[in-house]
């Protein structure tokens, strides 16, 4: 919402630009609590323009086409100025941007010689000066074709003879003339003296580019002087007749030397806030104000409108408002006024739009979005010759019916969407924009104003739904006041009666179908002062209240009826914190009955395995939850594997983004390939990261953690990271750890992958990637992953260290090989050494597998270093010797396995 | 022979004294008190000595023997000192050569900011808890006072998992307010961080899925002033002492009075720069009074108990923190990006 400082100044003294400079107004209004983005001075790129009086004319010497001016800038001396534009006389007011002057845009000026002729800065255009017509509409510049500029498109057949002379017939009725004397006549209206050979003529034209000594193409049927249509010439034949040049002043009261930036409306300064959704009264002019006025301590000063009408008809008569939907449209009020007459607004009125960022269109409309901006009620105007039957109803639109809105685009509704209609057809969206059929046009004769209340919500989803939210939908879909209808409508009138813009018919039609009860609150000071943790006075928080024109009897409030926001003493209390200022509310501490407070057993495993992850070099990485569902085949899994059953987002952003994942394993293989994509040599990754299964409560996913592990280069191998689960599962004291071959895992390769268990609990699987999934990730490398159920971990967590005695007496040390199929997995040879050996046998370490010469084929050789040890006396050998008897026994008869 | 004993004595403290190494050293110890030495050989001669010289000389021959070891030791211990100081200079190393490389991971920036927090809040007793991300929109909208139209239910702005916007990806971690509410006892305080979700293309700055941690206190008798003491407390912690903060109005659904917190601009110290795009300060935090209607919504007599929460973007604060200046690095998952913090 950007707001003009001069338009609030209409309503609050003492808050002008000169009272309050733009920072501190802004840092004021911030912290009441409407939040200011940005603040601009309109003018702050123009410098040193100044508005001129050309006292003289001559051309230019050594140029066909530029003009040396003498401009009196108010200075004791007129300065000089040289110009290319032809559309400016002796006697006109123009913006002279002097020597060392500044332009918007951040364009510089400064004197110079054009072809040997000394210009002391520049005469501005519209666009210079960052305006155009619709600001200014009368400067407008129409020309006419001077035969002097003409420049044959061939230069072997021109078609008007280069010693054309006065008199000289052009064609038909056309002759060639010579400007003796020229002279302003009016806004934009010159009287010329024209030597047409045989006589003298004067005629009155609004081309303004004509001057004394140039031959112009005169219409001698017609009486008139003609244009490059009338001669249906190029542009390219006449270049120096344009309608552009130097923007000439009809401003009252403005003399030489004043700064053009009053004169321009560059002299306001606009704020930009950022308005909350709660709050869509601040979203006008007079809303602000109230703000303002509340903030800086200065009194409101709003006006009631007064509305003379007396327009010809009765408008019972001329207009009737039916609303049969009326759960969608609280209030519709609506007046009508004759014999408009379309045209520019005034300037006042126009500054103020554009300082808003509003267009200026024509009278009619911008009265609309005048009130618009000021009262913060959106409004609308109709051609009353295009409501069929005098009637306007207010209705749902049928499913399927079309209309083109005023931005010529044909619309598709729907039974969900508001439609202003008349008898026969839809004439406008309800609260979005209107129809192009009851337009307001320049012929327009009478009009139906439209103020009306619509259900914020249904417009918020019709504009949503058409992609096309606009200045008012953004005011209606927020809720706005219904009893604003009515002062809005009448503002319009006033206005129109004040532009002269037409007459406003006697009368209002006011549809109410549903109106807000009044909130009445009870203040509460010592709740609002418990809930602040302050000590404001109770006349402190009448007095902020009374001060939004909240209406205070005691401590019983009543709020106005543009604050639906406020329904409780909390929000009293809000309104008298911003006053009171949040920055002076004390600062304490929590006190009250202590919490414990900490993180529980599942965050403490997760910091735990997260700090084991990064010991052993593994980076954390972060994945998104949803995943792509072709991931799914990325990682080899059947079509019909019962895991794809995802959670799928119905809106998503993409189909890469449209599933929840219930495996973390392709945003792990994601980052592991994009690493390698960089070239990073390698790379350890953990990520702690949630899974989304189906079947939760209420509908809801069964979100389970999963500690996902992965790794590729130089030393990534199978052992490496298995080394690092087995520290995982040691280190949360894990019992009976064990690993099982898998090798119908579709994602792992199947010789080399592991799932991973305590006792008969299964934690999870890892292994190298299968090679058909990383090609299928585009990668020609051994990737190895790890996915870990944290509930499981969680589930295998050992119990506390309870202290065992240190041995007493020295253990004795065995190595033995044994040679056995190479089908045996050490794990069970290993299970066998360890069940076997008796109660001196403490441990048992592989420390080499062999195959090759002195082996037989099939044959592996494992190499063991077994421990023994009694705890109540040194072993002697034949103790040692028993136990490894029956330990190499033991192995001989399960597996085979001969001693080597 | 005591003549004999004295030239011995001179020869031998002479070649002790001489030698250079602890093997030259042990043959003179040899050749001079060894079983088969001089002074061996000169004691056999005692015999023939009278009654009233042998222990005269035996005390001699003693003496000398200790004097010889003493000389010997004095001898040794001097080049064992010598033979150590050149083993030491020997097995000098460049201290410069890089150690052996201890590759250690690293936590992930956004998860290290958001460490500190927790563990700022669980010094202040409050309990950190984890909620689903697939959610009821009654608890991400409706328990938070956020009902039918409110505009973040749009399903341009929010991911549904039905037609009936029933189940969500939660889009803000507030619904864990409620979660709490409605199973804890009172007095409540918490802080509930995790994954949100909103539906914003990914730029320099937006990301679909984000984090925030949220935070409550509930208890009888809590005030806005406490809200501001704590946060202000927290800001410190994780800014520095001495950081300047201010709270502004502004509006949430679920909380009244409501406000905004911003931190003095590190940078400019409050004058306006590119960082603060001109304002002086930067936005860290919402928080505001809970709401009555949400906390009688959850079952919680507003009459007798009060509370506040906040709820607080973490990539922001984690980009903030390290001067991290695209959100896009934090998902990206580089391990040159990892590995600097």
Redesign the interface.
């Given at each position: 919402m950007n707001l003009s400082r001069k338009w609030l100044t209409e309503f609050v003294d003492g808050v002008s630009v000169s009272d309050i400079d733009d920072r501190e107004f802004a840092e004021a209004m911030?912290?009441?609590?409407s939040?200011v983005e940005t603040y601009e001075d309109l003018g702050a790129e123009i410098n040193n323009v100044l508005v001129g009086r050309i006292l003289s004319l001559e051309r230019h010497p050594n140029s066909d086409h530029m003009w040396i001016c003498r401009i009196d800038v108010g200075g004791d001396e007129p300065v000089q100025i040289v110009t290319g534009a032809w559309n400016i006389h002796t006697g006109d007011l123009v913006p002279a941007a002097l020597h060392n002057s500044t332009l918007p845009g951040g364009k510089k000026i400064t004197k110079g010689k054009l072809r040997g002729e000394l210009s002391n800065g520049m005469l501005c255009s519209l666009r210079e000066l960052n305006l155009d017509e619709r600001d200014f509409p009368y400067a407008v510049i129409k020309a006419a074709a001077l035969l002097n500029d003409y420049h044959p498109l061939d230069a072997e057949k021109p078609s008007i003879p280069a010693d054309i002379k006065a008199g000289d017939k052009v064609f038909g009725p056309v002759v060639a003339a010579k400007a003796l004397a020229v002279e302003t006549v009016g806004v934009n209206v010159y009287k010329c003296s024209l030597d047409i050979g045989a006589s003298t003529v004067d005629v009155e034209t609004d081309c303004q580019n004509i001057h004394e000594g140039d031959m112009v193409a005169y219409n001698t049927k017609a009486a008139s002087i003609c244009t490059l249509d009338d001669l249906r010439a190029q542009q390219a034949e006449f270049p120096h007749c344009i309608s552009d040049g130097i923007f000439v002043l009809h401003e009252d009261g403005v003399k030489p030397g004043d700064d053009i930036r009053p004169v321009i409306g560059a002299d306001d300064h606009v704020i930009e806030f950022e308005i909350?959704?709660?709050?869509p009264d601040c979203l006008s002019v007079i809303g602000l104000a109230r703000e303002a006025a509340a903030t800086f301590g200065k009194e409101l000063k709003l006006h009631e409108p007064e509305v003379k009408g007396g327009a010809d008809g009765r408008l019972d008569e001329l207009l009737k408002v039916e609303v049969p939907a009326e759960e969608l449209c609280p209030r519709y009020t609506a007046r009508m006024v004759r014999n408009v007459r379309i045209g520019p607004s005034p300037k006042w009125m126009r500054e103020r739009l554009r300082a808003m960022g509003v267009r200026p269109i024509n009278n009619i409309v911008d009265i609309t979005n005048y009130v618009m901006m000021e009262y913060g009620q959106p409004m609308h105007a109709f051609d009353y010759r295009y409501v069929k039957g005098g009637k306007i109803i207010v209705r749902r639109a049928g499913d399927g019916e079309e209309l083109t809105t005023l931005d010529g685009n044909v619309r598709k509704l729907t039974s969900n969407m508001l439609v202003i209609a008349d008898d026969t057809r839809a004439v406008g969206l309800a609260g979005i924009m209107g129809g192009e059929n009851s337009e307001i046009v320049s012929d327009t004769v009478d009009v139906v104003f439209e103020s009306a209340n619509f259900d914020?919500?249904c417009i918020?989803k019709g504009a949503?739904a058409l992609g096309m939210r606009t200045e008012a939908s953004a005011k209606f879909?927020k809720g706005l006041d219904p009893m604003n209808t009515l002062p809005a409508v009448n503002r319009a009138c006033e206005l129109v009666e004040m532009l002269g813009a037409g007459e406003v018919v006697d009368g209002v039609i006011d549809v109410v179908n549903k109106l807000p009860e009044p909130t009445v609150l009870a203040l509460r000071p010592d709740k609002v002062n418990?809930?602040?943790?302050?000590d404001v006075p109770v006349a402190r928080m009448q007095e902020i209240l009374r001060s939004l024109q909240f209406g205070v009897n005691g401590e019983t409030v009543s709020v106005p009826s543009w604050r639906a926001d406020v329904e409780?003493y909390?929000?009293l209390?809000?309104e008298v914190?911003?006053f009171f200022g949040?920055?002076n509310?004390?600062?304490?501490?929590?006190?009250?009955?202590?919490?414990?407070?900490?993180?529980?057993d599942?965050?403490l495993l997760e910091q735990q395995l997260?700090s084991l992850?990064?010991?052993?070099?593994?980076?954390?990485?972060?994945?998104?939850?949803?995943i792509s569902p072709s991931y799914y085949d990325k990682i080899r899994w059947a079509s019909d594997d019962p895991r794809r059953k995802s959670?799928?987002?119905?809106?998503?952003?993409g189909e890469d983004?449209s599933i929840?994942r219930t495996t973390t394993l392709p945003s792990m293989l994601e980052?592991l390939t994009?690493?390698y994509n960089?070239r990073?040599k390698?790379?350890?990754?953990?990520e702690l990261g949630?899974i989304?299964q189906l079947g939760?409560e209420?509908?809801?996913?069964v979100?389970s953690k999963m500690l996902t592990l992965g790794t590729y280069g130089p030393k990534a191998s199978f052992f490496g990271l298995k080394g690092l689960i087995e520290a995982v599962m040691k280190d949360i004291r894990a019992k009976d750890v064990h690993f099982e071959a898998c090798a119908d895992n579709p994602s792992y390769h199947p010789g080399r992958c592991a799932t991973v268990w305590a006792g008969s609990d299964c934690i999870g699987v890892f292994g190298q990637i299968h090679p058909l999934v990383a090609a299928n990730y585009g990668v020609d490398a051994e990737f190895y992953c790890a996915e870990l159920a944290l509930d499981e971990l969680m589930l295998a967590r050992g119990e506390d260290p309870v202290y065992t005695p240190l041995p007493k007496f020295p253990a004795v040390t065995r190595d033995i090989a044994v040679v056995c199929d190479i089908s045996i997995p050490v794990a069970r040879l290993i299970d066998c050494i360890m069940t076997s050996g008796g109660e001196y046998l403490k441990g048992c370490s592989l420390f080499d597998i062999y195959t090759g010469s002195h082996i037989a084929p099939g044959k592996k050789s494992v190499a063991f270093s077994i421990t023994m040890r009694s705890d109540d006396q040194t072993l002697t050998d034949d103790h040692a010797e028993e136990t490894m008897k029956a330990v190499l026994t033991a192995l001989e008869q399960k597996f085979g396995a001969i001693i080597r | 022979m005591k003549a004999l004993m004295q030239e011995l004595k001179d020869k031998a403290l002479k070649a002790i004294v001489e030698a250079d190494s602890l093997e030259s050293l042990e043959a003179l110890r040899i050749k001079y008190l060894g079983k088969k030495g001089e002074l061996t050989a000169i004691l056999k001669q005692m015999g023939r000595l009278s009654a009233e010289e042998r222990p005269i000389m035996g005390q001699l021959a003693n003496q000398l023997r200790a004097e010889l070891e003493s000389s010997i030791e004095t001898t040794r211990a001097k080049l064992e000192a010598a033979a150590l100081e050149a083993r030491l200079k020997l097995e000098a190393v460049d201290v410069t050569i890089p150690g052996d490389e201890l590759k250690l991971g690293h936590k992930h920036p956004m998860y290290k900011a958001l460490d500190e927090i927790k563990d700022i809040f669980v010094g202040m007793g409050f309990t950190v808890l984890d909620g689903p991300e697939v959610e009821l929109a009654s608890y991400n909208f409706d328990k938070l006072n956020a009902g039918e139209g409110h505009p973040s239910r749009d399903w341009s702005d929010t991911f549904y998992f039905d037609e009936d916007s029933r189940v969500m990806l939660r889009s803000q971690t507030s619904p864990m307010q409620v979660r709490a509410m409605e199973t804890m006892k009172l007095p409540i305080r918490i802080v509930a961080p995790g994954r949100v979700y909103r539906k914003d293309e990914v730029d320099a700055t937006h990301s679909p899925m984000f984090h925030q941690v949220e935070g409550m206190v509930i208890d009888k008798g809590v005030t806005m002033a406490d809200l501001k003491g704590t946060l202000n407390l927290v800001m410190e912690q994780l800014f520095g002492e001495g950081t300047v903060t201010r709270f502004r109005p502004h509006h949430f659904p679920f909380t009244e009075p409501s406000c905004e917190m911003d931190v003095q601009c590190h940078k400019c110290g409050g004058k306006g720069c590119p960082t603060c795009k001109g304002e002086g300060w930067i936005e860290v935090l919402g928080a505001g009074m809970i709401h009555p209607k949400v906390l009688e919504m959850s079952g919680i007599d507003s009459e007798e108990y009060t509370g506040w929460a906040f709820g607080m973007g973490l990539e922001r604060l984690a980009m903030r923190r390290f001067k991290i200046s695209d959100l896009r690095l934090i998902f990206e998952n580089d391990v040159r990006f990892l590995e600097q913090f």
């Open positions: 911030t912290l009441s609590g939040k909350t959704p709660n709050r914020g919500t918020r949503l879909e418990a809930l602040l943790g302050t409780h909390s929000d209390a809000e914190a911003r949040y920055n509310i004390p600062c304490t501490l929590v006190h009250g009955e202590s919490t414990l407070g900490g993180y529980s599942e965050q997260g992850c990064r010991a052993a070099g593994y980076d954390e990485i972060i994945t998104y939850s949803f959670f799928r987002i119905l809106n998503p952003l983004t929840m980052i994009r690493n960089y990073n390698a790379a350890r990754l953990y949630r989304y939760g209420d509908g809801l996913a979100e | -």
